[in-house]
């Protein structure tokens, strides 16, 4: 089977390359870094030629509202039509769960217009919905610093290794479009400014974390239920604990 990863060189984009190629079939890794550009259109329908599932695994380099919005719209439009011309079969995106209730904050407007136009596409699609990459930690961390105190929420969160995810996004491009969202999770559910204040102390890292309620998350208030899942997510196996051990990203 031929599988375009759009985002093929990013953390999780090159992760799932590797398991798929591991399974002998013919994968490629797509970026503007290797050529393939979906805002440009550069090289995209050249790379979608024959191509059964896409897994779109990009992200937008810029976090400002505007930025992102634009990102994720130009790419998604720019990516469908290419899908189209080309015959595409599944069309695979990694969104974030909770993502339609942060709609204060610009990234998620944008996650949300992505998913929409999948949604609309009419190509069969999978959107798994994923919470907080464990390797996201540091940048959340950086997200709520002034000075050397790191203003976050208390509400839970449900980190997952890059691993698991990689797993999950391997696996859903194997199987049956699901035309729905699926979920995963990471196996501990955690306050994320304890969990923030662990990974701050683990990293021998002098900043000091203040639990806020009404620190913003990338713009958006938080409650308990924002950024965790309650329709029963498939589970990742890694713990933060094991995940800090093995993880170079942790050190
Ligand atoms: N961070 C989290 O906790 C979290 C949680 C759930 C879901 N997600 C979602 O997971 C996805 C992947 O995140 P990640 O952290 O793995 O991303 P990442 O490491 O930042 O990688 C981003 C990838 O997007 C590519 N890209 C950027 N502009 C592009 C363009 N114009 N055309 C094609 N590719 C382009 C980059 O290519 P180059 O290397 O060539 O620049 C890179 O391969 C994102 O959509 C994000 O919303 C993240």
Same mark, same amino acid.
């Given at each position: 089977?031929?599988?375009?990863?759009?985002?093929?060189?990013?953390?999780?984009?090159?992760?799932?390359?590797? $398991?798929?190629?591991?399974?002998?079939? +013919?994968?490629?890794?797509?970026?503007?870094?290797?050529?393939?550009?979906?805002?440009?259109?550069?090289?995209?329908?050249?790379?979608?030629?024959?191509?059964?599932?896409?897994?779109?695994?990009?992200?937008?380099?810029?976090?400002? !509202? &505007?930025?992102?919005?634009?990102?994720? +719209?130009?790419?998604?439009?720019?990516?469908?039509?290419?899908?189209?011309?080309?015959?595409? $079969?599944?069309?695979?995106?990694?969104?974030?769960?909770?993502?339609?209730?942060?709609?204060?904050?610009?990234?998620?407007?944008?996650?949300?217009?992505?998913?929409?136009?999948?949604?609309?596409?009419?190509?069969?699609?999978?959107?798994?919905?994923?919470?907080?990459?464990?390797?996201?930690?540091?940048?959340?961390? #950086?997200?709520?610093?002034?000075?050397?105190?790191?203003?976050?929420?208390?509400?839970?969160? #449900?980190?997952?290794?890059?691993?698991?995810?990689?797993?999950?996004? @391997? &696996?859903?491009?194997?199987?049956?479009?699901?035309?729905?969202?699926?979920?995963?999770?990471?196996? +501990?559910?955690?306050?994320?400014?304890?969990?923030?204040?662990?990974?701050? &102390?683990?990293?021998? !890292? @002098?900043?000091?974390?203040?639990?806020?309620?009404?620190?913003?998350?990338?713009?958006?208030?938080?409650?308990?239920?924002?950024?965790?899942?309650?329709?029963?997510?498939?589970?990742?196996?890694?713990? /933060? +604990?094991?995940? /800090?051990?093995?993880?170079?990203?942790?050190?």
């Amino acid at each position: 089977m031929k599988i375009v990863v759009i985002g093929g060189t990013g953390l999780i984009g090159s992760k799932t390359v590797e $398991r798929l190629r591991g399974q002998g079939h +013919e994968v490629i890794a797509a970026s503007p870094n290797t050529g393939v550009n979906t805002i440009t259109g550069e090289g995209l329908s050249e790379a979608l030629a024959g191509t059964d599932v896409v897994l779109d695994l990009a992200n937008s380099p810029s976090f400002e !509202d &505007k930025a992102v919005l634009e990102f994720f +719209e130009t790419s998604g439009r720019n990516l469908i039509a290419a899908e189209k011309a080309a015959g595409v $079969r599944h069309h695979i995106a990694l969104s974030v769960v909770g993502t339609e209730r942060l709609q204060e904050s610009g990234y998620f407007r944008g996650k949300l217009a992505q998913e929409k136009l999948i949604r609309q596409s009419g190509i069969p699609y999978t959107i798994v919905h994923s919470t907080q990459f464990m390797e996201f930690l540091s940048g959340i961390a #950086q997200s709520g610093t002034v000075g050397q105190t790191v203003h976050l929420s208390p509400a839970y969160v #449900q980190p997952i290794a890059s691993d698991d995810v990689a797993d999950a996004m @391997a &696996k859903a491009a194997l199987s049956a479009p699901a035309n729905a969202t699926v979920e995963i999770a990471g196996p +501990e559910r955690v306050r994320l400014s304890e969990l923030v204040a662990r990974y701050l &102390k683990a990293t021998n !890292d @002098a900043r000091v974390v203040e639990a806020d309620p009404e620190a913003r998350y990338f713009g958006a208030r938080l409650d308990d239920n924002s950024l965790v899942s309650n329709d029963n997510p498939h589970l990742g196996n890694i713990t /933060f +604990e094991q995940w /800090f051990a093995t993880s170079k990203s942790a050190k």
